[in-house]
């Protein structure tokens, strides 16, 4: 019996050892576990803070390059254009062919803020935005996740105003040194709402019959502005300077530039201007902005040798205004593209621009008699045109994959690539283009003249629209 009991109480004491240690075990683990969670919430919320401050950086990064970009258009508009059709015109005419690109700069952006944004950028149909954002009502601080996720609706609105401003102002070389002042500023307002307008909200805007990113009938590639920038008013002009008629002495008297140095200040400004045009198209900081930025720098290059070439091979000499028309000819030409493509597509784009361009200039002008003053058609309708049609040759998956399938897969993007229907869709997108231009600026002159009338007098157009339409002179050369 000793034994046992020995035995038993032994037995009891290991027993509760055991006990013991799984208990303290227990505690331990579950000690570490607790530590484990604490741990794990705290790095979750490391992470979280983090992300929100790469968020944060990122926003604020594609925000300043975003207001950049914005600054960068409008000093397109004014002091570029200004300059660069200011110096085309005769002396006499000077302050009133920059007093236009001016005045779009005001008139437009009330526009814009009462009604045009919401026309272009807002919810409606397939053809025209709605009046949700009718006096900017809903556009701040927050991202419009629709168009850009990273930066404020205001900035993105704002934004999308430069290019609203320097379109009108384009048209305004078809019909220099002949146009009243009053008669420019009804017609461009009208136009603004009845043409810009519904192209803009057709390629750009959500659910537009053309948008290629947000669900368009026919996907038109678009990257900057090719159909609603330069197409629309390059075609305008051209129906505006036959509907006007030619200038006094067309062609008989010749019409030189009285300042191809303010022409050529004026084009090194739209060069470096259209930076923030096309690689501002991004909507970000990131990667395709400096695809979009490298293009837009080759074709101008290239646009360059090509115009400058064939002048040189035609007329035995390349003049500096031929350089600098090509330089714009070859940036109207990739704007369409410059999201799209890679470099060496972008020089065969600008190089193809210039000759083009040129050849319609110096050759189809003439040929067909029409008094385009200032070439906006040679040179942004027929390259915007170009342009246009050949984004959906070069076209690539490999800088900008839109088009995915049901997996999410890119799919292929331009004819190069395997993509022939997307040359139609281009094609569809300029015919409608061209329709919209044609048709709208046809009626809204048609109007504009019955409201105030087109044309300056022959007496006024004699004395210079400086004088004539504002009171003023560029240059005094007696005081």
Known sequence: MPETDSAGNGSNTNTRRCRRAVAMISCLVAILALGTQGALAQDADRIAKLEQQVAAAQSAGDNAWMLTSAALVLMMTGPGLALFYGGL????????????????????????????????FGPGNSFIGGFDHLFLRGVGAEPNSTYAATIPQQTFMVYQLMFAIITPGLITGAFAERMK??????????????????????????????????????????FAGGTVVHISSGVSALV???????????????????????????ACLLWVGWFGFNAGSALSAGSLASSAFVATHFAAAAAVIGWAGAEWLRNGKPSVLGAISGAVAGLVAITPASGFVTPMPALLIGLTAGIVCYLMVAVGKAAFGYDDSLDAFGVHGVGGTLGALLTGVFATQAINPLFKDAQGQPLPMGLLEGNPGQLGNQLVGVLIAWGIAIVGSLILLKVTDLLVGLRVTQEEEIQGLDLSQHGEVGYDFES
């Open 240 to 266: 505006c300077a036959i509907y006007l008629g030619k200038r006094l002495g067309y062609p008989k008297l010749a019409m030189p530039p009285h300042s191809v140095t303010l022409s050529f200040i004026g």
């Open 181 to 222: 002042f009053s008669a420019m500023v009804v017609f461009t307002g009208l136009w603004f709402v009845v043409v810009y307008a519904p192209l803009a909200h057709m390629v750009w805007g959500q659910g537009g019959f053309l948008n290629a990113a947000l669900g368009g009938r026919f996907p038109t590639l678009d």
């Open 89 to 120: 015109v005769r002396k006499r005419n000077v302050l009133a062919t920059m007093m236009q690109s001016f005045a779009l700069m005001a008139f437009i952006t009330v526009m814009w803020g009462l009604v045009g944004y919401s026309l272009c």
